[in-house]
Each structure stands twice: as structure tokens, then as C-alpha cells.
């Protein structure tokens, strides 16, 4: 591993199904972050974690939660899928918070998920 | 409310140089990023601007003018490879990164 790993890269899912995005970073970076992307709209910050133990939430974070109980590992759990969560999610790291020059976020690589 | 405002999209040619701006209205301010995002892929840093002036790093230099809630990222000598969107996003005073919806380049030869 290298950097930051996501899984699944794709998913295709019945609305009302219970779905976890996999984030593992190999960099020892305190901080980590899920953000969505969707179309024309820029990056929103989902949850956020500043170091292992500890979470807050983001821009948009209804339907969704994470855990933080090591320093590489941030799930992102849907619980109950709906349409509007069909997005392209990006895990994201940085050696620490705030953002800053030298608290530069490195993202995973994405997972694109369709909710029917 | 907070904005970022890029152009949506721009267009040019391979060798010119092009510059893609970004204005911004946030509740203060701490920093500013470019990254850069490939269609498909992950966005990948490019620079941080915090004060005023002209960053250059290579082919790609940023600019800031915190005064003007303004900032802009030239590409000198393009190259097919440059094709992609980028990212402008600003640090306000509460430390929230706010994003812009990106600007599209696209590179024809």
C-alpha cells in the first residue's frame, strides 16, 4: 500500500441497503477526511477526524457516519441508502490539522456509488 | 453566504500558456489551494498561496491578492497531459476548507 487505499472503486446499490467505504492510509497522517463530489458543485466535507479516537462532522454529514479507532483506518458508513447519496466519495489525509502549507490533503483514488 | 467563483471550463492549445482565475467571498481567510484533478482520478495538490504574490513552481505559477478576494494559476507551455480540472478552495477564519466546482481545461493541439 501506498498512500491512501479505498474500497470498493464502484458500487451499484438498492436503496434502504446498509453500505461501508473502506479508507486505509499507510502515511501516518493524524487527520483524515471523507468528502463527495457530485457534479458541478465543489468538494463537501462529509466527516472529518483530526486524529484517531476523535470524528466531527462536515458540510453535509445526515445519512452518514465514520469511526476513527486507529490512525489508518476511517469507514464511511451509509446506513439506510437513498438516491441522492449517489456520488464519487473521496477519502482524504493530511500529517495534520488545520489545513494549511504544510498540512496538505492527500485523497484516495475515489469510490463511485449509484443508489437505485 | 461563502463563494468560490471559477470559470466553468476553458480551452486551449497546446505549447500557449493559459491562466484560470478564482474569486472568492469567505468569512476571512488563512490560505489558499490549487489541486488538480484528472477525469477519473483523485485531485492532487498543485500550490498554497497565504500571502500576496506570485508562487512559482515549474510551468504552473499561482497568484494571490488577498485584497481582492483573488487568485489565478498559469500554466505556462501547455502539454496534452494538462487536460483536467482544477480546484480552487480557500481556508476561511474558522479553518473550513470551501471549494469551487472547478474549472475544465481542455488542451487541443
Known amino acids: 500500500i501506498a498512500g491512501i487505499t479505498q474500497a470498493p472503486t464502484s458500487q451499484i446499490l438498492a436503496a434502504g441497503r446498509r453500505m461501508t467505504l473502506r479508507c486505509t492510509q499507510d502515511?501516518?497522517?493524524?487527520?483524515m477526511y471523507w468528502y463527495r463530489q457530485d457534479l458541478g458543485l465543489g468538494l463537501r466535507l462529509i466527516h472529518y477526524?483530526?486524529?484517531?479516537?476523535?470524528?466531527g462532522k462536515g458540510e453535509v454529514p445526515d445519512g452518514y457516519s465514520v469511526s476513527r479507532a486507529n490512525t489508518d483506518d476511517f469507514p464511511l458508513t451509509l446506513a439506510s441508502a437513498v438516491p441522492s447519496q449517489t456520488s464519487v466519495y473521496f477519502c482524504?489525509?493530511?500529517?495534520?490539522?488545520?489545513?494549511?502549507?504544510?498540512?496538505?490533503?492527500?485523497f484516495g483514488a475515489g469510490s463511485r456509488l449509484t443508489v437505485l | 453566504g461563502q463563494n468560490i467563483d471559477q470559470p466553468t471550463e476553458m480551452t486551449a492549445t497546446e505549447g500557449a500558456i493559459v491562466q484560470i482565475n478564482c474569486t472568492y467571498q469567505t468569512s476571512g481567510f488563512n490560505g489558499l489551494f490549487w489541486y488538480q484533478q484528472h477525469a477519473g482520478e483523485a485531485p492532487t495538490f498543485l500550490s498554497y498561496?497565504?500571502l500576496d504574490g506570485l508562487e512559482e513552481k515549474g510551468r504552473f505559477s499561482s497568484f494571490l491578492s488577498r485584497s481582492k478576494g483573488y487568485s489565478y494559476l498559469l500554466l505556462k507551455e501547455l502539454q496534452m497531459k494538462d487536460s483536467a480540472s482544477y480546484l480552487c478552495a480557500v481556508v476561511d477564519s474558522n479553518y473550513q476548507l470551501i471549494w469551487g466546482a472547478g474549472t475544465k481545461l481542455i488542451i487541443k493541439p
Open positions: 477526524s483530526n486524529t484517531a479516537g476523535t470524528t
Open positions: 498561496n497565504v
Open positions: 482524504a489525509s493530511s500529517i495534520g490539522a488545520p489545513y494549511s502549507g504544510a498540512n496538505v490533503l492527500t
Open positions: 502515511m501516518r497522517h493524524n487527520a
